[in-house]
């Protein structure tokens, strides 16, 4: 079978990886990179529980074809989140309101919230948070905790920011 080889920087380290190109960058993250914690719910791009950072973008990764992601592509995955002190921040507010239950969803609900932090001049209105994670299903109905937590930590990090602006 033919297959191609790339080289990409995945949380922040340098893989090469060789896979078939029409293989779905979820199966590579996970049965070639041996990154399990991006699940899979729905595998037709509607839950988001495999929801990759992919060069700063939240993507689908269920969706796309791995062969399409070329040589010095940025990944981030839910493992990666934990190397960032944003991402160490949702985790703890995720926690402390509770907004964590069935730890198959939230991996990707994780990795929606920080694109949102970290996005430029985020909005964090309720409206714009839900918004933020539109693409994220929480089949145990958790939503108003995990926008509870992610108000939380944009909260905090935002005062951050403004304490090191002084
Ligand atoms: S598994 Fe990819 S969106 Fe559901
Ligand atoms: S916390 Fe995963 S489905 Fe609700």
Not at 51 to 68: D, F, K, R, W
Not at 108 to 115: F, T, W
Request: hydrophobic share 35%.
């Amino acid at each position: 079978m033919k297959t191609v080889i790339r080289t990409w920087i995945v949380n922040g380290k340098k893989y090469t990886v060789e896979f078939p190109p029409m293989r779905r960058l979820l199966d590579v993250i996970r049965e070639t990179l041996g990154l399990k914690g991006t699940k899979e719910g729905c595998g037709e791009g509607e839950c988001g529980a495999c929801s990759i950072l992919l060069n700063h973008e939240p993507v689908t990764s269920c969706l796309i074809a791995a062969g399409q992601v070329p040589d010095g592509a940025e990944i981030l995955t839910i493992e990666g989140l934990e190397l960032t002190h944003e991402g160490q921040e949702l985790q703890r507010m995720y926690v402390a309101k509770g907004a964590a239950q069935c730890g198959f969803c939230i991996p990707g609900m994780l990795v929606a919230s920080y694109a949102h932090v970290t996005g430029d001049h985020p909005d964090n209105s309720d409206a714009a948070l839900r918004e933020a994670h539109a693409g994220n299903i929480c089949r145990c109905t958790g939503y108003a905790k995990i926008i509870e937590a992610v108000s939380a930590a944009a909260e905090r990090l935002s005062h951050e920011d403004e304490d090191d602006d002084t």
